[in-house]
DNA sequence: CATGTCGCCATGTGATCACATTTTCGCGGG
DNA sequence: CCCGCGAAAATGTGATCACATGGCGACATG
């Protein structure tokens, strides 16, 4: 179920191109389980296609690290560990506000309007723990903003490390309880607004040290500790912290 | 020729393996130049194998953003434009510098003799004219320091980076002329020496923007005023500064 | 009980082919 | 000369198959 159902007859992309671009959607949303198996047999029968579009689609997902190389061949969703989630966290904070800063002259009043839409669609999904839509809006409200000036050399760095994120981030917003409404997002519109590039590099950077570097921390720490620490550090994270933007 | 010749017979890992890393190599070290032919059926037959290999090695260059894939479903090396080397060269900076101060810990006195062993080879290259070792020596002295603690997520996105700079690095190379040694490589190993991070960090951004960055702006700005400006950007270069660790 | 071996099955890899798509080339006309 | 058209050639895509590899269970042995 990794491929979570076939595609669609009238796509008029390559096969391959919808394989991957099904995988890539799974993986950022969090809907494939680590540990779920990923054959290419069985995504193929999924997907109802050959071998190939899917093999060269797995191909692509590892070299963008969205899925690791086993020993034995296989492919899977990367194990998360303490170091390695330091590291992303680091990653998409130097790259988010570099892009973000870059990104500042290249963005209009429209463009504003369209990032407030999407925060507005963020919050409701949240509130109404529609993970997909959650994620999925985040990620584009991020994608939108960092691509005001259209390519740029930045977004393939950026979503590789959301794709890497993304399986986490989901297991992460499970564990967020209550509803309440800091928010970063507003906090880097209004840098925006009033084109203040240090406000939006700090925002961005709040954004995701108080979103899913905070509870991913907690989370991942508590795994290490054991299963029965989830408990005491899911009430400490409750406690502590406004929960909406905390899970950027 | 984008692939240099068949693979060698006794390789223990999978074709696909092979050929990708000799692709990588080859792009990497700019042995490729933009507007070569690479076509499945050609690089197949180069190298000895079937197109199955080359199809999925080709798909993961194309994820690293090593190559293009165009809308006549060929792959090509992407041109490089100014927006694009500008943001290359940020990337770099933001991410070789993070990745440099997270590695600091974790180098060791060992691993600064390595290093120092690193940079004898890229002095020596540089002044032989050696492009593969330059460029292979310069990657290895950077991809040595960053992991200095083993894996870290800031690696593929760096060598993402190097890959995309990779070919026009080399012809940047080309339009240094004389020898001189300013030499950033020589002050991280120092602030290594210090453990002195922040000096770590201006040394490696120095390093980067002294270096490829210099000359590279300074040839893509001159391709896009028209080839006869090469020559006067090219004794500007010339005239202003060391070289060798300028093209890092 | 633990360990090793063997056979079977699932899965990945590489080769090949047919078909779809794009490019190239030759020819004719203006 | 340039342009358009059609055919042939080159190239990419998807399907299929044979073989290689790894995992698991059953069985034998100490």
Known sequence: MAATGPLADDDARTLHQQVLARLRENILLGR?????????????????????PVREALRQLVAERALELMDNRRVRIPPMTIERFD???????????????????????ALITRLEAEDAVINEAAAARDYDT?????????????????QSAFLPLIESLWLQ?????????????????????????????????????IAIEADIRDGIAHIGSTLIRSEAMGANAVRAAHRQAQGERGLVDEVN
């Not at 997002?185 to 590039?197: G, I, K, Q, V």
Request: glycine share 10%; net charge positive.
């Open 165 to 201: 994120i993304g399986p986490f981030l989901r297991r992460a917003m499970r564990t967020i309880s209550g509803h309440y409404t800091v928010d970063r997002h507003s906090e880097a519109l209004a840098a925006l607004r009033r084109r203040d590039t240090m406000a939006l590099r």
């Open 32 to 52: 494939i389980e680590p540990g779920q198996a990923l054959t290419i047999r069985g995504l193929a029968a999924e997907l109802g296609v050959s071998a190939m």
């Open 87 to 109: 590291d992303l966290i680091a990653a998409r904070v130097v790259l988010e506000a570099e892009a973000a800063a870059r990104a500042m002259p290249y963005v209009s009043e």
């Open 134 to 150: 959650w994620i999925g809006a985040n990620f584009g409200f991020h994608a939108m903003l960092y691509g005001a000036a259209g």
